[in-house]
């Protein structure tokens, strides 16, 4: 069972039978749009002392989580990492809350408890993230044991970095869910640098995908900045665990194009390996097989850019308007109440 | 109404609770074809099958996380560790994870972990620990440990039905030694609540799990020196019966804290913190604590019986304060 290299999407031919059509092609394009915009958008807030604690972005992974996301089933669920904001983009959280979370507003999905990417919306089926990575996998396979118990045809996604694999979370999740053929994919974010670590620092296989066969699954590296290889991979990963063939891992490759968050300026990232990972951009990447592949042109590229803007700019006025958190309210919500079970979830 | 031992109305209470509710389901190490290193899950497989009792590889880390993700998709999973040493590799996923998804996300966790815990038979440093004001301290995790085998059933129950994440600490100490009335039918103790196990007028014991038996042979000898004690047995550690044990110090006004967990940032000091801080103008003697001295759990009956607090510690700290 040795590991697959997927090859890139060619024409539009091919992306249709992977199930995409031309609208589909354009909502990927502005979930990318949206993606990048709210990170950049945020970047400048942080700058301007509007965003408290720290700032992270997945700029170079957008393709990545858009790409899974646009796979995943509306009852599918994920707990997405912080290069992952395409995810929650796509699911459908809306930018203006996802600016309130970054600005510890009421209306950010956490309330103003956790910051930064440290949420989920769970009416789209996501799962707040920890710090501590990867422990979402163990939750998501716990997720995929409850579909498995219950008979029901979804699947969980639990998403880790190359760095987190060395934990022993990423083994205990995987055993687990391989022993136990859940239906759960795994999706490795390798973006070669974990905070200042590299990748051989990291493991000693040459592909983590390759780790997948100890586990009695299938691993498939996939070209990170490629959308549509992206989507495709997980189509298939995510409908063959839900048909009953278990698990697959996903390897996803890209590069970090920015520091580990906003403090730091990847000194330790040769210039070099930047260089040729700006030329694989993969908004621009998905850009250009638009355009000559799908008939994408000025117009209707004007139209879906200045779309993105204005819906930006209102997200962001509409967050700034969005109340502190009373701290009077600091003790609330600690321990659940029955009521909080009527939740879609938990029923 | 039967006499049940301790092990057996835990038993009971969950294989009721799984014939009731279909949500609930036990994963952990063993528990499955065997029946759980104790025996407590003895028969469920056959009864319930192997999606409802599932036998987890040894992995402390996905059994919590996997009970975690199973809770919030909708089940009432009852996680069991095999002893309660083994909880700490399972740390981040109830402190990190369970414990403040409530508070940060709003998706609530109702997940049970059963730990035995406690010691008595040279099990040793790994497997007869008491790890329960470790988990006190955190926010968003409930802590029980139930005395009586009425309480072990009810509490169970009680812990399964509650949104939150509950420790359910069972002293193993108590399994087969401990036998009493249990109602058959299905109850529910609450959790937060204690119990007065013996009324006294001269000292108070505040106390849980197996030492409330250590106690109450103490108190015993007690009464032939004509001093009268009570024991309060808290029930459970997060939340803790505050009102209960303040109540009972303004009426002894001399207060034993006991505990089988070592005394350095025990849950006694705790009690005695809050005793001090509300009761103070209440108290004829200084509060008095007696809890393991503060070593891991040794092996050799000799050192073991050094380590975990008997009877003979227990009367002579009730006689100084007595005497007080």
């Known amino acids: ?347 | 109404m039967a006499e049940k031992t301790y092990l057996q109305a835990i038993s009971d209470g969950l294989r009721q609770e799984m014939r009731r509710d279909e949500r609930v389901f036990v994963l952990g190490e063993d528990v499955g074809v065997y029946g759980g290193a104790f025996k407590v899950t003895l028969g469920f497989q056959e009864e319930f099958g192997p999606w409802r009792v599932i036998d987890a590889p040894l992995s402390e880390t996905a059994i919590v996380g996997g009970c975690t993700g199973a809770a919030m998709m909708g089940l009432r999973p009852v996680a069991e560790m095999q002893f309660a040493d083994f909880i700490s590799c399972a740390w981040d996923h109830l402190v990190t994870v369970a414990a403040k998804q409530r508070f940060r996300a709003g998706t609530p966790v109702p997940i049970v972990v059963r730990l035995p815990s406690g010691g008595g038979f040279s099990g040793g440093p790994f497997h007869s620990q008491n790890p329960e004001s470790s988990f006190a301290h955190i926010p968003g995790l409930k802590c029980v440990c139930p005395a009586t085998p009425a309480d072990a059933k009810g509490l169970l129950v009680s812990a399964i039905e509650d949104p939150n994440p509950v420790l359910f600490f069972e002293h193993k100490h108590l399994y087969r030694r401990i036998k009493a009335e249990v109602p058959d039918e299905r109850y529910t103790v609450p959790i937060g609540k204690a119990r007065t196990h013996r009324e006294g007028e001269d000292v108070t014991v505040v106390t849980w799990g197996a030492m409330v038996y250590t106690a109450e042979e103490a108190a015993k000898e007690l009464d032939a020196e004509d001093v009268s004690v009570e024991i309060i047995d808290l029930r459970s550690v997060l939340p803790w019966d505050k009102a209960a044990v303040l109540e009972s110090a303004r009426k002894t006004s001399k207060v034993l804290v006991l505990h089988e967990d070592t005394r350095t940032g025990g849950f006694g000091a705790e009690i005695a913190a809050t005793i001090a801080e509300e009761a103070f103008e209440d108290l004829d003697a200084p509060i008095k604590r007696i809890a393991a001295p503060d070593t891991p759990v040794p092996f050799s009956p000799t050192l073991e019986k050094a380590f975990i607090p008997q009877v003979a510690d227990v009367t002579a700290g009730l006689r100084e304060l007595a005497e007080y």
């Open chain 1, 1 to 347: 069972m040795a590991v697959r290299e997927a090859e890139p999407v060619g024409s539009l031919r091919e992306v249709r039978e992977a199930g995409l059509d031309r609208e589909d092609l354009l909502g990927i394009y502005r979930n990318l749009l949206i993606t990048r915009g709210i990170e950049e958008r945020g970047h400048i807030l942080y700058r301007q002392g509007k965003i408290p604690g720290s700032f992270y972005t997945g700029r170079g992974n957008e393709a990545a989580a858009v790409g899974v996301a646009t796979a995943m089933g509306s009852d599918d669920v994920g707990a997405p990492l912080q290069r992952d904001m395409g995810v929650h983009v796509t699911r459908g959280v809306e930018p203006w809350r996802i600016f309130a979370q970054y600005m510890g507003r009421v209306d950010g999905p956490t309330r103003g408890r956790d910051g930064n990417v440290h949420m989920a919306d769970h009416r789209f089926g996501l799962l707040a993230m920890v710090s501590h990575l990867p422990a979402m996998l163990p939750v998501a396979v716990g997720c995929a044991l409850a579909f498995r118990i219950r008979g029901d045809k979804r699947v969980a996604l639990g998403w880790f970095g190359e760095g987190s694999a060395a934990r022993g979370d990423a083994h205990e999740a995987m055993n687990f869910a391989g022993v136990r053929r859940l239906p759960v994919v795994f999706i490795c974010d390798n973006n070669q640098w974990a905070y200042s670590t590299p990748t051989h620092l990291g493991y000693a296989v040459e592909h983590l995908a390759d780790r997948a066969a100890a586990y009695g699954f299938d691993g498939v590296v996939v070209d990170g900045t490629d959308a549509l290889a992206v989507y495709r991979e997980a189509k298939r990963a995510i409908e063959q665990a839900r048909a009953g063939g278990g698990p697959t891992l996903i390897e996803c490759q890209t590069l970090r194009m920015e520091g580990h968050a906003v403090h730091d300026d990847a000194f330790y990232v040769p210039k070099e390996m930047f260089e040729e990972w700006a030329k694989r951009d993969p908004l621009e990447r998905f850009r250009t097989w638009l355009r000559e592949n799908a008939e994408f042109d000025d117009d209707e590229e004007d139209e879906l850019t200045a779309g993105v803007k204005k819906l930006l700019n209102e997200a962001i006025r509409r967050a700034e308007e969005s109340p502190l958190p009373d701290p009077s309210t600091l003790l609330e919500g600690v321990y659940a109440t029955p009521e909080d079970l009527e939740t879609p979830h938990h029923k």
